[in-house]
Nanobody, 123 residues
Framework: QGQLIESGGGLVQAGGSLRLSCAASGRTFSMYAMGWFRQAPGKEREFVATISRGGTTYYADSVKGRFTISRDNAKNTVYLQMNSLKPEDTAIYYC?????????????????WGQGTQVTVSS
């Protein structure tokens, strides 16, 4: 069994940037599509972005033009570059893996999850 470990969260002012990392172990990373989700207090887990095995990306409308998902298979790591952050981006951000070619916007389609990293954006 593999595990996913997120890092890079923190407190940032509105308009600032953060880069989240998700390091995978115990798996053949290149065989997995990867996704990022977020969950604010009292709300359901929300799709943010996904990247296929081959690097094709897809984003939620709320983050298009601001966030960029990428992967480095040699490092078994997926990234989420977050620019122009807004207070409504405040949430715990989770990395997820799915053993398919392409990802999904539905969290139930993913096989494994990290523990999450907190992102807080102040106004």
């Amino acid at each position: 069994q593999g595990q996913l470990i997120e890092s890079g969260g923190g407190l940032v002012q509105a308009g600032g940037s953060l880069r989240l990392s998700c390091a995978a172990s115990g798996r053949t990373f290149s065989m997995y599509a990867m996704g990022w989700f977020r969950q604010a207090p009292g709300k359901e887990r929300e799709f943010v972005a996904t990247i296929s095995r081959g690097g094709t990306t897809y984003y939620a409308d709320s983050v298009k033009g601001r966030f960029t998902i990428s992967r480095d298979n040699a490092k078994n790591t997926v990234y989420l570059q977050m620019n122009s952050l807004k207070p409504e981006d405040t949430a715990i951000y989770y990395c997820a893996a799915r053993r398919t070619v392409v990802g999904s916007t539905n969290p139930s389609n993913y096989d494994s999850w990290g523990q999450g990293t907190q992102v807080t954006v102040s106004s």
